[in-house]
């Protein structure tokens, strides 16, 4: 057990040491898969374990309630009555509804208000009148990014305690950089989820177009595409537009695929965060992003290539194109993608955590 920690949370101001007396028992809303939250709840779990806190899981993994997400927060309310639980915090955003002691739950982002995002009404309707309430009545809202927070204090109504604690990036991809090679194939790599904000089909209808314009390209994906990405994967494919449906990968694999690639290109229209370009900075593999609010910010103004969030495909391709024909253009970002990737650390994540939980907890 440690016996003071001070975090660094980017204001330049100076931390007092946390006691030992500040480490606070919780329990916590185990219930998410491997990736994305999960990887945010395993890093700050292990993290404040190892600042002296006591962490209670609620359940040891998604199983049995992996399908029944809309009434989750019921559910963890009658978990926590059941223990003796004194203080929840959630690495996601399911708040408990119905419990009365101090709760801390952290939200990545609002994206499911966002009928861009969600065209599902009723899925907006549920997290508008049922979840957003509950964020309300917590004790204090974590999040990733000055954007999201800025969506936090819009749609939660109320005055919500928010703190920006930020992501970290696994070590595995900082030990998969390896010495570039160019090569008669322009490698590019899309990595996430197929939801329309996404915008993964301007990605494919890019490659495509780019690869006519003399260098052949291959786009790894993720595996599982809906029925109109396989169509439209079929319609592009041809012999200078090669697609690779990758299975799904542990991180070290993950880390080593994305560092054989020339280029990752993400397309969205917003992010809450935007971890995997942070990746990619990481293991030395230049990234192609939209200029989304607070973009240039995570990414670093001069650590990343940008093109407008609402881009046409014609748009992307020509910017693809443009990299794919000029390694020294291509190159540049990389020494200050790297120097950004270091300042994300899991560590620091886990000590402004910490810290909200010292000021919070019973």
């Given at each position: 057990m ?9 204001d330049?101001s100076?931390?007092e040491p946390?006691s030992d ?6 329990w916590?809303?185990d219930?998410w ?6 990887t945010?709840?395993?890093?700050v779990?292990?993290g404040l374990?190892q ?8 359940s040891?993994s998604?199983?049995a ?7 989750r ?16 915090f ?5 708040p408990?509804?119905g419990?009365s002691g ?6 990545h ?5 966002d ?8 899925k907006?309707?549920?997290f508008?009148?049922?979840l957003?309430p509950?964020?309300?009545r ?5 999040t990733v990014s ?7 204090r819009?749609h939660v109504?109320?005055?919500p305690?928010?703190?920006?604690v930020g992501e ?7 030990n998969a ?5 160019q090569?008669?194939t322009?490698?590019?790599?899309y990595?996430g989820?197929w939801?329309?904000?996404k915008?993964?089909?301007?990605i494919?209808?890019?490659c495509?177009?780019?690869a006519?314009a003399?260098?052949r390209?291959e786009?790894?994906?993720?595996g ?5 990405m ?6 592009t ?8 449906l ?19 290109v993400?397309a ?21 992003v939209?200029?989304f ?13 940008y093109?407008?969030p609402?881009a046409?495909?014609?748009a ?16 540049s970002t990389?020494g200050?993608?790297?120097q950004?990737?270091?300042r994300h650390?899991w560590?620091d994540?886990a000590d402004?955590v910490s810290?909200v939980l010292?000021r919070v907890?019973?």
């Amino acid at each position: 057990m440690l016996d003071t920690a001070t975090a660094d949370l980017g204001d330049g101001s100076a931390t007092e040491p946390i006691s030992d007396l500040s480490r606070a028992a919780l329990w916590v809303d185990d219930l998410w898969e491997e990736s994305g939250i999960g990887t945010f709840g395993h890093h700050v779990l292990g993290g404040l374990e190892q600042l002296g806190h006591v962490v209670h899981r609620l359940s040891p993994s998604v199983g049995a309630w992996q399908n029944l997400t809309p009434a989750r927060p019921a559910l963890l309310a009658a978990a926590l009555r059941r223990s003796d639980a004194t203080t929840f915090f959630s690495p996601g955003f399911y708040p408990p509804i119905g419990w009365s002691g101090p709760k801390i739950v952290t939200v990545h982002d609002l994206q499911y208000l966002d009928p861009r995002v969600t065209p599902n009404a009723a899925k907006r309707l549920y997290f508008r009148r049922l979840l957003v309430p509950a964020l309300a009545r917590c004790d204090a809202l974590l999040t990733v990014s000055a954007e999201s927070a800025e969506a936090l204090r819009a749609h939660v109504p109320g005055n919500p305690d928010i703190t920006v604690v930020g992501e970290g990036i696994e070590s595995a991809f900082f030990n998969a950089r390896r010495d570039r090679a160019q090569g008669e194939t322009f490698r590019v790599i899309y990595v996430g989820n197929w939801l329309s904000h996404k915008r993964v089909d301007v990605i494919i209808r890019a490659c495509a177009a780019a690869a006519v314009a003399g260098r052949r390209i291959e786009l790894s994906l993720p595996g599982q595409p809906p029925a109109a990405m396989a169509t439209l994967l079929r319609e592009t494919a041809s012999a200078t537009f090669g697609i690779h449906l990758r299975d799904r990968l542990g991180v070290a694999d993950l880390a080593a695929e994305i560092a054989s690639h020339d280029l990752l290109v993400l397309a969205s229209r917003t992010e809450g965060f935007g971890l995997t370009p942070l990746e990619a900075q990481a293991a030395g593999v230049p990234v192609l992003v939209s200029d989304f609010a607070g973009a240039r910010s995570r990414f670093g103004r001069d650590a990343a290539h940008y093109v407008d969030p609402l881009a046409e495909p014609a748009a992307l391709a020509r910017r693809i194109t443009s990299l794919a024909h000029d390694e020294a253009e291509l190159t540049s970002t990389i020494g200050a993608g790297l120097q950004n990737a270091n300042r994300h650390q899991w560590t620091d994540v886990a000590d402004r955590v910490s810290r909200v939980l010292a000021r919070v907890a019973r």
